[in-house]
């Protein structure tokens, strides 16, 4: 049945593709420990890079069957940033919320200007955090807990690379979460 082959066709594509990003963020984290990361900052306008890691994510989005929110401010707002690396950042938070959040979920990227900072967040309504697990979900191998069995594949590397791009570029990463079952909030 050619229906059939097309589904398990995309499928293996699907698992390829994520196991090519799990080997690329571990290498990236490895390079940074190593000090072997180089960023190539540039003016990037922050609106622009939010729209390309939207566009990256938009099939796990559309495949889970997300109802996913993007506001922007009204006005630029331009980094001295590593378009590439940002994007990374952004693709990670993104995933990260579509893993953990069941299908048919919300979620939410604002991006703010206060004062000279830009703020970026991404809020789901998704499975939360556990208080006791806050303090170290940016550990290198860190995964919360999923009694709920979901199938969610990862290392545990995304967020650990995540922070540490954006303390590459002298910004913070912080997690929020009121806990179990009470979604979380990324911001950059």
């Known amino acids: 049945n050619g229906e059939a082959v097309s589904s398990e066709t995309e499928m293996m594509e699907r698992q390829v593709g994520q196991m090519v990003r799990l080997v690329d963020d571990l290498l990236d984290v490895s390079r940074i420990n190593r000090g072997k990361i180089e960023l190539r900052k540039d003016q990037v306008e922050l609106a622009s890079a939010v729209n390309h890691a939207v566009e990256a994510a938009r099939t796990l989005v559309q ?60 809020r789901d309504n998704g499975i939360g955090i556990a208080a006791d697990q806050l303090p170290r979900i940016f550990d290198m191998f860190m995964q919360v807990d999923t009694s709920l069995e979901r199938s969610v594949s990862g290392l545990g590397i995304g967020l650990t690379l995540a922070k540490n791009l954006v303390e590459m570029h002298d910004g913070t990463l912080e997690v929020h979460s009121a806990g179990a079952g009470q979604g979380s909030e990324f911001v950059v």
């Open 63 to 122: 495949c889970m069957e997300h109802d996913l929110t993007v506001t922007l401010p009204p006005l630029p707002i331009y980094l001295n940033a590593d378009p590439t690396r940002l994007a990374q950042v952004l693709d990670n938070l993104l995933s990260n919320a579509c893993k953990f959040t069941d299908k048919g979920g919300r979620i939410w990227l604002t991006v703010e200007q206060e004062g000279k900072q830009a703020v970026i967040r991404v």
